[in-house]
């Protein structure tokens, strides 16, 4: 009898366990694709950045989304933000999905917008472009950090996958109190004024360089700085672009390496830089400790009134020659349009609205830079009304994208750079690997994958 | 009720297996799997299967988009031909030092304390020590990241005292940032290991205590006498637990030194981020996170041999 009771009792309960589940997981998954239907369609644009953090610039995106729906009654913009490191690490799980973003930022590099444009999961912007006059918009410089070869081979060439709307450069932030107690009137032209500018303040118990490793980021800009202060914009783009055979064992890597550890061997950089993370280093720099700082302009505007920031200026980083404006510098992370993309006509209107001169404008009176630059800059710049520092990255980086050439960042050229550069940079200051050592790791992450590409 | 639970789960024996008997046994074990269901139905789709299909793309080379292509074992191959990643398993034995056999030093000396002694308000002190456990490793990691700067409190401490020359950029030293981050994760594990001890302790019976007394064993033999054997269970959970954080430590070292400086505290769990996500070798990432699983596997099955013999 007992057996009976608990059959009766406990099989009809766990029989609804499992269809609790079962029903459950059903509709989990009925539940997303729901969702995600309502969100592409009907007059729905969903738009996804990776500038998290940004709040300046998201600030004004919020600004342009209400201009855009106002201008396109009827269409709502669902902006999406997500981290820079986010965006990096979902991004190639979205676009193979069967119901992507209408518009989404793609960072630049074989690993990403190459694989991408390789897979077949963005579209080739070459009819918008003509219809909205993007190739006109921008230099073909700025463009050619969005072209990327269809079978990803190449970065820089063929078909436009996608569109930046502001810029961002490297650069070197000068402390200009710091300067004329040293007796220092004018920012370094040459990279021999720069390091006796550094070896000054180092006599005089001032820190040279505010620095820091801890994020990796800062040692990644000051080998492409260096690479091009010697080697020109070619010796960069080459190794980005994998052209002329360009290695890091050549001269003008060698010169970079070993000025780098020279500098770290005279104790231009902060004591224990090791320890410091990107944004550390700007705020040791900003509370007015070190002569300069290399940042880059997105930083802007630096904390504190613009009372307390005038004191600080940025500047070109120098060149060997002291001729020519060129400086590592390239678009936000470009806007792009997924191939699954369900309003592709929209989503490029979207692009064109936020790349044009009338939003261009805005981007400025808010302090970033435009990659398309205003007609009249000085009064631009005059009734944005900016901070000190604000307005020399404002101006100088027009000046950069009008006159001059940006330069990526070297550590595009291939995937695995980034982290060696990161890691081998502290191994060559602490001493424990040689110039040829370092600059071996890093052709070892860069050699074998331009051949495997190019083998295929 | 309960009666009837025990009479229909008990194992009908041989002897009386009729079809009958038959016919209950199969019922029986279909009960069982409806129990079991929900969680195995969950355990299957987020573990096991994404475990599976880890373990067959640690044989191909994928960038996560293009067609996967059969490589054989050349990911293992890389791993174990490269300094970078074997250098990156020896770090993870070095932070099992701290996280196991140091904190469990630690709150083994702590528990013998606490455990001949009757301790007033032992339930605030069981949460105020668990507390370094509930606090989200990110929070922990930017608190001491905080600490531990050159300019921060425990250098400023060790100036005051005038220890110049011991203060130093912890996290950021070749030689000491490992041992830095294998502090805060003793600092972390601490309070879980102290309470799981305490509570074994608190189930020996005093009389234990008092017998050992009465037969003059003095602190240190009532430790090792009555104390230690009587939390040998809860030893080996704390080993287990521990073991495991330390070899799938990533939040920690992420928020502190990102592996850094140079490659002096990069361990696998970071590596299979910065490939996976980064580099976008999904097939090296994965052998590397089979081998991380492996190795937790044999750690904890070694760890729980001796006690499941016992």
């Known amino acids: ?456 | 009720m309960t009666s009837s639970l025990i009479a229909g789960s008990r194992p009908v024996p041989r002897s009386e297996a009729g079809p009958d008997a038959r016919g209950q046994r199969r019922r029986t074990a279909l009960v069982g799997i409806g129990y079991l269901a929900p969680a195995l139905l969950f355990y299957a789709v987020f573990l096991l299967v994404p475990f599976f299909h880890s373990v067959y793309l640690s044989f191909c080379s994928w960038d996560g988009i293009s067609p996967k292509r059969w490589v054989g074992l050349d990911n293992y191959r890389s791993i174990m031909g490269s300094a970078q990643y074997r250098d990156a398993f020896a770090h993870s034995f070095v932070l099992i030092g701290f996280y196991t056999i140091l904190t469990m030093a630690v709150a083994l000396v702590l528990v013998g304390f606490l455990g001949s002694t009757k301790v007033r308000g032992m339930v605030l002190l069981r949460a105020a020590l668990f507390l370094p456990y509930v606090i989200t490793p990110v929070v922990t990691g930017v608190a001491w990241r905080w600490l531990l700067a050159p300019d921060g409190p425990v250098n400023a401490v060790l100036r005051a005292v005038g220890l110049d020359g011991w203060a130093r950029a912890w996290l950021g030293d070749f030689d000491w940032s490992l041992p830095s981050v294998g502090l805060i994760g003793t600092w972390m594990l601490l309070g879980l290991a102290l309470v799981l001890l305490i509570a074994g302790v608190q189930r020996i019976p005093p009389d234990l205590y008092e017998a050992a007394r009465l037969d003059g064993a003095g602190p240190v033999r009532e430790f090792l006498a009555v104390t230690l054997p009587g939390v040998r269970s809860e030893v080996a959970v704390v080993t287990v637990l521990t073991v495991t954080a330390a070899l799938r430590n990533f939040d920690l070292i992420y928020v502190t030194t990102q592996g850094g400086p140079g490659s002096s505290t990069e361990v696998p769990s970071f590596l299979v981020y910065q490939q996976a996500f980064f580099v976008g070798d999904l097939g090296l990432a994965s052998a590397m996170g089979v081998l991380l699983t492996l190795l937790i596997l044999v750690l904890t099955m070694l760890t729980l041999r001796p006690w499941r013999k016992g």
């Open chain 1, 1 to 456: 009898m007992p057996k009976i009771r608990f059959r009766r009792h406990f099989t009809p309960l766990s029989a609804a366990l499992l269809a609790a589940t079962l029903t459950l997981a059903a509709a989990a998954a009925g539940c997303s694709s729901g969702s995600d239907a309502e969100k592409s369609g009907g007059g729905t644009l969903v738009v996804q950045n990776g500038l998290g953090g940004s709040t300046g610039l998201l600030a004004i995106y919020q600004k342009l989304n209400q201009q855009f729906e106002s201008e396109n009654p009827g269409v709502k913009v669902d902006f999406v933000t997500k981290s820079f490191d986010d965006l990096a690490a979902t991004s190639k799980l979205q676009l193979s999905g069967s119901n992507p973003p209408d518009v989404v930022q793609v960072n630049r590099g074989y690993q990403a917008l190459g694989a991408f444009a390789k897979g077949g999961l963005l579209t080739d912007l070459a009819d918008y472009a003509k219809q909205y006059g993007w190739e006109t918009r921008q230099s073909s410089s700025q463009l050619q950090l969005n072209r990327h070869s269809k079978d990803g081979k190449l970065m820089g060439d063929g078909p436009l996958w996608g569109l930046d709307a502001t810029t961002a450069w490297i650069g070197l932030l000068m402390n200009t109190e710091v300067a004329t107690k040293l007796g220092i009137t004018a920012e370094p032209k040459t990279i021999q004024e720069l390091e006796s500018q550094m070896q000054t303040a180092k006599a005089a118990g001032e820190i040279p360089m505010q620095f820091g490793s801890a994020s990796g980021e800062l040692a990644a800009w000051l080998l492409s700085e260096l690479l091009l202060a010697q080697g020109g914009p070619e010796a960069v783009q080459n190794l980005v672009f994998h052209k002329g055979d360009a290695t890091f064992t050549s001269p003008t890597a060698v010169f970079a390496a070993t000025t780098m550890k020279s500098w770290g061997d005279k104790g231009f950089f902060t004591p224990d830089w090791t320890a410091y993370k990107t944004d550390q280093v700007l705020a040791n720099f900003t509370s007015g400790k070190g002569l300069f700082t290399l940042t880059s302009s997105r930083f802007m505007p630096l904390a504190g009134t613009p009372e307390e920031t005038k004191k600080f200026k940025m500047v070109f980083f120098p060149s060997v020659s002291g001729q020519g404006v060129s400086a590592v510098g390239a678009g936000d992370i470009p806007w792009t349009i997924p191939a699954k993309s369900k309003n592709k006509d929209l989503a490029a209107k979207y692009i064109d609205f936020v790349t044009n001169e009338k939003s261009a404008e805005q981007f400025l009176a808010g302090g970033a830079i435009p990659s398309k630059p205003p007609a009249d800059v000085e009064t631009a710049i005059t009734s944005a009304n900016l901070p000190a520092p604000s307005q020399d990255a404002v101006r100088n980086g027009i000046k950069l994208v009008s006159d001059g050439t940006p330069v990526p960042y070297v550590d595009w050229g291939a995937p695995e750079l980034y982290p060696v550069i990161s890691s081998s940079f502290d191994k060559l200051m602490s001493g424990s690997l040689s110039v040829d050592d370092f600059l071996g790791q890093l052709q070892n992450a860069y050699g074998p994958f331009v051949k495997s590409l190019q083998e295929g």
